[in-house]
């Protein structure tokens, strides 16, 4: 008996974390669908901006 409450709370902390990742991806305020936190850091418009002024300078 003991077994099988322990084996049902680690798949409903595994079901939990699934349900938590899922609604990261879905709820990204960054665009970025892969909840890394890396896009978070680049900023494609500056990179854009950048480009565009450095094309007029030329």
Do not use: N
């Not at 960054?30 to 450095?54: H, M, N, P, V, Y």
């Amino acid at each position: 008996m003991i077994q099988q409450l322990l084996i049902l709370l680690i798949f409903l902390a595994a079901v939990a974390y699934m349900l938590r990742m899922l609604y990261q991806v879905f709820s990204a305020r960054s665009g970025c669908a892969k909840s890394c936190g890396a896009c978070s850091t680049i900023d494609f418009k500056k990179i854009q901006q950048d480009l565009e002024k450095q094309q007029a300078k030329a």
